[in-house]
């Protein structure tokens, strides 16, 4: 803020101004106050022994270091209590700021309100990821950030934007990091809201004579969940369940799905053991792998319409998951490592599945 706003205490002066309807315009001075030669008499200091207001008060005769003229008089204020021109002052040191719970910026959106919103947004970037989401729901955009070097490969979407009054803004790399939250951003990000994920229910009502669901237990890096939901896409999985939705819209897991994220179906549980016992009353056979146990997926008859569980790698599923399995298969090797990385082991069982039952579709 301009130093010309503060006083000499440190104090930010804003003025409010009123004006009244009812002011009647200020009268000229009379001739009476006012002498021939023009000089207005009630200015005049007094004449004799009557001491002149303000008499004896200390002055501050000090200039003012930017006019060099003197600075103006302290002791009283400006103005009468009634006058419709009002200074109030406000302690820079500690301003009164409303709370907005860590969200920054100028808003005159309530707190609350601006806080719903962000929490049904989310950030994507990657090109690939960025070009099917714009094919498949460009209604989902928000705003848009781009480098210079890829907005030839975006002209339809800068159009779009242009057209449908969407925000979007070509920038350096630096800013696109900070809009993105990451240098690997691929030279665009979309702020986008955020799909509503069905529950088994719903997702029950829509399926076929061949379907495969993937559900995962624990499984959260987002990376793997990028190279899982990118699988799902080429070998026809339509479905991924897990009690984080949100997870499988992360930016870094709809980048590593380069574009296959918006072909899945995100299905929200709470509780895997009873979802997985509708897809089962549904006709689906609950497939999990065992290393030791499980049939060798060479030999194995994959089911057409099936629920494939993983779980994360270190502890696998947990045991009343695997209480719920109907086939357990398990994938040959060496040997000479525990398991598979499980976006690995999704890749290989989808690809079994697909050309059991898909691949003559």
């Known amino acids: 803020m301009s130093d010309s706003l503060k006083g000499k205490n440190g104090k930010v002066r804003i003025m409010y101004v009123r004006k009244d309807e009812d002011e009647k315009p200020r009268r000229p001075a009379s001739p009476s106050a006012t ?35 003197p600075a103006p008089r302290r002791d009283r204020p400006s103005t009468s209590p009634d006058s419709p021109w009002k200074t109030l002052y406000q302690n820079d040191e500690r301003p009164e ?75 350096e790399e630096e800013e696109l990091a900070l809009a993105s939250g990451t240098e690997h951003h691929g030279g665009v990000c979309f702020l986008i809201k955020k799909r509503i994920g069905l529950d088994a229910a719903q997702y029950l009502q829509q399926t076929g004579a061949k379907d495969c669901v993937l559900a995962l237990e624990d499984v959260s890096n987002p990376h793997n969940l990028g190279a899982i939901l990118r699988s799902c896409a080429h070998f026809g999985v339509r479905g991924v369940m897990t009690s984080d939705s ?20 995100s299905i929200h549980t709470d509780d895997l053991i009873n979802d997985l016992a509708l897809f089962r009353q549904a006709g689906y056979t609950i497939v999990t792998t065992s290393s030791h146990n499980g049939v060798p997926l060479s030999q194995a008859k994959i089911p057409q319409k099936m629920v494939l569980v993983l779980g994360e790698e270190r ?23 525990e398991s598979l990385n499980v976006s690995v082991a999704t890749g290989i069982l989808l690809a079994e599945w697909w050309r059991q039952n898909n691949q003559n579709a």
């Open 35 to 69: 002498g021939r030669d023009g000089r207005n008499r009630r200015s005049e200091a007094p004449r004799g022994d009557a001491p002149r207001r303000g008499e004896g008060r200390p002055r501050n005769d000090k200039p003012d270091d930017r006019t060099g003229r």
């Open 315 to 337: 502890s696998g599923l947990s045991p009343e998951i695997v209480a719920q399995t109907d086939m357990a298969v398990s994938i040959g090797g060496t040997g000479r490592v």
């Open 246 to 265: 949100a997870a499988l819209e992360s930016g870094a897991a709809v980048r590593t799905a380069e574009g296959g994220a918006e072909h899945i179906s």
């Open 97 to 171: 700021v409303a709370d907005h719970g860590g969200i920054s910026g100028k808003s005159l959106i309530d707190p609350d309100q601006l806080r719903r919103q962000r929490a049904e947004e989310t950030r994507v970037y990657g090109e690939n990821a960025c070009q099917a989401l714009f094919k498949s729901r460009p209604d989902s955009i928000v705003r848009a950030w781009f480098v210079q070097s890829v907005t030839p490969r975006f002209r339809d979407a800068l159009r779009w934007m242009a057209a449908n009054r969407k925000a979007y803004h070509v920038v």
